[in-house]
């Protein structure tokens, strides 16, 4: 039976002084889409909000880690790390959870966090880089391919069922921001996943299509189409890779809202990460002429086909990737659930380890994947 959960007061909040990732950027969206911008002037450069307890780089002393790969059915391989509790009876065989990050980052942001945390409860559990992403294999670096990411979900399944530590039928996915599209996609055509839950989800296909709120047209889509398809003849012609969208790496008077949240994680020490060999200047932006995929990109279409396989959608009561989640609630069947935190933006569900409903998601795992 589908439950909400509401936060107790629908008070409007005021818009946060922190940058957000702007997404959307590539797509034209910009303050229209948002709705709001910044009318304050910007903070240090090296400003981070650490507030309600932000851990981004949790280390548990109650697991025990080990970096592993796996291969893909495209004969790439994925890299990730394997969290097996301490405690762990000999010869026993525990559900398994597997975590995605939030598109154009890497394991080492946000998806670390949760697996320790699950792993903490008694889950083994896997954080994994997408492919083209993090220390996963894929050429060329930061290319968007939906499909391919699915894939390292399901990988990451043939993985975690070979293990002796693992009971292949209690193997549940989450996906935190991008990688709750990614994992929604994976688990309607592989049925191995038996429980999806997801984190400040973003919606990658309908956020490049219509932008936030519907702010994007037809018309300009057709324009970034367009921008894309001439960037590829350039690069065709031998000329040189560009990256689109991701987190600003400045902040002036005018940075929205949305432009500080994300930079507040991904360009401060609270989340910070440069894989090794990887350029700081790349983090989270994809190829311009990869990114316009997501255009194809529909996860809901067929959402109500992962029942009667459970669903959990955890979103801030104040984020701005709301939309997406309630969405995606609408059209899955049951049993489903929608989880909003009461006080909780987008990124805060990141790393704010006293905001993130960790017994909610113990919760929802321990009915469905330890019954």
Request: charged share 20%; hydrophobic share 40%; glycine share 8%.
């Amino acid at each position: 039976m589908s439950t909400e959960n509401k936060p107790e007061s629908n008070t409007p909040r005021p818009a946060r002084d922190v940058a957000r990732r702007d997404v959307l950027r590539m797509a034209g969206a910009g303050a229209a889409a948002f709705g709001m911008m910044s009318a304050v002037a910007a903070p240090s450069a090296r400003a981070q909000d650490m507030s309600n307890g932000a851990d981004n780089f949790y280390k548990s002393e109650n697991v025990i880690a080990r970096s592993v790969t796996f291969p893909t059915q495209y004969k790439t391989n994925v890299a990730a790390n394997l969290y097996v509790p301490r405690n762990l009876a000999q010869n026993a065989r525990r559900p398994a959870i597997i975590v995605g990050h939030p598109m154009g980052a890497v394991k080492e942001q946000s998806a670390n966090l949760y697996a320790q945390k699950m792993a903490d409860r008694g889950y083994v559990t896997v954080s994994l880089d997408l492919p083209f992403w993090g220390a996963s294999e894929g050429q060329p670096r930061n290319v968007v391919s939906p499909d391919f990411y699915a894939e390292a979900f399901s990988a990451a399944v043939d993985f975690l069922g070979a293990q002796p530590q693992v009971d292949r039928e209690r193997i549940g996915v989450l996906g935190i921001c991008g990688s709750g599209s990614f994992v929604i996609s994976a688990a309607k055509i592989d049925p191995r996943m038996k429980a999806v839950a997801t984190v400040s989800m973003y919606d990658m296909g309908a956020a490049n299509r219509q932008g936030l709120r519907k702010g994007v047209s037809v018309e300009q889509r057709k324009q970034f189409i367009e921008a894309a398809a001439q960037q590829r003849w350039a690069e065709a012609a031998g000329g040189e890779t560009q990256y689109t969208s991701g987190t600003v790496h400045e902040l002036t008077a005018n940075s929205t809202p949305i432009e500080r949240e994300f930079y507040d994680f991904y360009r401060t020490p609270r989340g910070e990460f440069t894989p090794a060999g990887g350029s700081p200047r790349l983090t989270t932006h994809p190829t311009l002429t990869s990114n316009i995929k997501f255009m194809n990109f529909y996860p809901f279409s067929d959402i109500e086909t992962i029942s009667p396989r459970p669903m959990l959608f955890i979103t801030g009561d104040v984020a701005h990737s709301k939309e997406f989640s309630e969405d995606a609630f609408r059209l899955a069947a049951e049993p489903k659930e929608l989880f909003i935190v009461p006080g909780a933006g987008h990124v805060d569900l990141y790393d704010c380890v006293n905001l993130i409903p960790w017994d909610k998601l113990g919760s929802f795992f321990d009915q469905h994947l330890t019954a």
